[in-house]
């Protein structure tokens, strides 16, 4: 079946403005993870969803990001007031919630903020 | 106490040979250490991954050795090609934090020598 997907694949915007990154996961996972990835950086997770409900926000950098997820499957992060630390390689991952410790990730929607 | 250090940052082996990649915990509460592959542009992919119930996993020329009273596990790749020449993640996450998040250690840029 199809992997996990997002879009845009590429997404360049200009300080201050908003963007929304979209991503869908492998049909049927209950678990969505967001990540970021700066340049030469490791990955740093952002936030979880079980469902629609985020239990663990803990790694979202400022009060301009913020996530939601409908359905229990397509998820939206969505960035407000870009800055140019924002940024950096947005990865969504996806798991099974029966044990569901392997995360399968999309490609990422690479973010420029000039 | 939630870091996952990684080393080396960067390798280069020769066809061949044998690469080696290091990670370190201080979480006693992960339970599950994956390793993921990312190549340039794409998104990580799961390479490998081990609990702590057991010492060495091994699939085809990957190997991950676990030495829990370390609280250490390495990646060990045989006969080295040039297209693993990519960059390699390990990761921890732990069941009783409830998310299953992994804490990323910052990457080993491999580079395998024709």
């Known amino acids: 079946g199809a992997g996990v997907s997002q879009s845009p694949s590429n997404k360049v915007t200009e300080k201050g403005k908003d963007v929304e990154l979209r991503c869908d996961p492998i049909?049927?996972?209950?678990?969505l993870y967001w990540y970021r990835q700066s340049l030469g950086q490791g990955l740093e997770f952002l936030i979880y969803?079980?469902?629609?409900?985020?239990?663990?926000k803990s790694g979202l950098p400022s009060d301009r990001f913020s996530a939601e997820r409908t359905g229990g499957s397509v998820s939206t992060l969505t960035i407000q007031r870009t800055q140019q630390e924002d940024s950096a390689v947005y990865l969504c991952?996806?798991?099974?919630?029966?044990?569901?410790?392997?995360?399968?990730f999309g490609p990422g929607t690479r973010l420029l903020v000039l | 106490q939630q870091q996952v250090k990684q080393s080396p940052q960067s390798l280069i082996v020769q066809k061949g040979g044998i690469s080696i990649i290091n990670c370190a915990y201080e979480?006693?509460?992960?339970?599950?250490f994956p390793w993921y592959q990312q190549f340039p542009g794409k998104g990580p992919a799961l390479l490998i991954a081990?609990?702590?119930?057991?010492s060495e996993k091994k699939e085809g020329r990957f190997t991950i050795s676990f030495n829990k009273s370390a609280k250490q596990f390495s990646l060990h790749i045989m006969d080295s090609q040039p297209g693993d020449s990519a960059t390699y993640f390990c990761?921890?996450?732990?069941?009783?934090?409830?998310?299953?998040?992994?804490?990323f250690g910052t990457g080993t840029r491999l580079k395998v020598l024709a």
């Open positions: 049909s049927g996972h209950t678990a």
């Open positions: 979480n006693t509460a992960f339970d599950y």
């Open positions: 081990i609990r702590p119930d057991v």
């Open positions: 991952a996806s798991s099974s919630g029966v044990r569901g410790e392997t995360q399968y």
């Open positions: 969803f079980q469902g629609n409900s985020a239990p663990d």
């Open positions: 990761a921890a996450s732990s069941r009783t934090s409830g998310t299953y998040k992994y804490i």
